[in-house]
């Protein structure tokens, strides 16, 4: 683990959330945790319920128009946004309306100073805020979660391993999924036989470049047959209609 250099910021995540407790929760374990306690990241929670004004500190109202649910004031979310305004990195409202979240953008992001993260509660947030405060709108998929605080977390462990010096040089990032557009090619270890079951053959052959061409045709293999969007897009047939 290697810290950053004495001039060189650490990344800083600010999170704004109702459940600070939620916080560092997996992250402090682990690679994450051990990149943390060297400081090669830093993590905030504010509480955003510390900046209600009310009696009964309320931080959500019923909707205008009628339905379902609870909605997030605009002002006392602004208001803890506002105390963070000079934290590094773009404004990230973690909601299931938003884009969906890839390596593309966690590399993006990874590569920045920060980021600052809105964890949602309830129905979601006033439309007003989002606009008002410029908030980037990000999903983890296509399922609802009971708030934002686990897509950060999740979002958050993708951007620190990327961080330099937190996954060590034997573990090589550039094979991950996604990292060339392809899901990754599947892997073996010891033992060589087990319940009956082989490892492939070219595997154990030393022959680097018949492994690499396995690799590459195993993945091209899994990527189109679950992922038939990467699979357009890699071939470079992706009509984006
Ligand atoms: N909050 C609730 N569901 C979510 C999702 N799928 N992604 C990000 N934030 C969320």
Redesign the pocket.
């Known amino acids: 683990m290697s810290a950053p250099a004495p001039w060189q910021a650490p990344w800083q995540a600010t999170v704004l959330t109702l459940f600070p407790d939620m916080f560092p929760g997996p992250l402090g374990l682990s690679l994450a945790g051990k990149a943390l306690a060297a400081e090669t990241w830093r993590l905030e929670t504010v509480d955003i319920r510390a900046h209600a004004r009310d009696r009964h500190r309320s931080v959500d109202d019923t909707p205008f128009g009628g339905g379902s649910g609870m909605v997030m004031r605009a002002d006392v979310t602004a208001a803890a946004l506002d105390a963070v305004a000079d934290r590094p990195g773009p404004r990230v409202y ?3 309306r ?1 884009r969906p979240l890839d390596q593309g953008l966690v590399r993006e992001w990874a590569a920045g100073p920060g980021l600052v993260l809105l964890c ?1 509660r309830y129905e979601g947030l006033d439309q007003r805020v989002i606009e008002a405060r410029d908030l980037v709108e ?4 296509d ?6 605080e686990i ?1 950060a977390l999740a979002m958050l462990d993708a951007c620190v391993r990327l961080l330099p010096g937190v996954m060590g040089a034997a573990s090589g990032a550039d094979e991950d999924s996604f990292e060339n557009g392809l899901l990754e090619y599947p892997l073996y270890t010891q033992p060589r036989t087990w319940e009956g079951r082989e490892v492939p053959e070219v595997l154990l052959s030393g022959h680097h470049a018949k492994i690499d061409a396995w690799r590459r045709a195993a993945a091209e293999a899994v990527t189109r047959a679950r992922r038939p969007d990467l699979w357009r897009a890699y071939r470079g047939d992706d009509d984006q209609s």
Do not use: C, E, H, K
């Open positions: 973690l909601t299931p938003g949602g990000v999903s983890l998929g399922f609802v979660l009971s708030g934002g897509a």
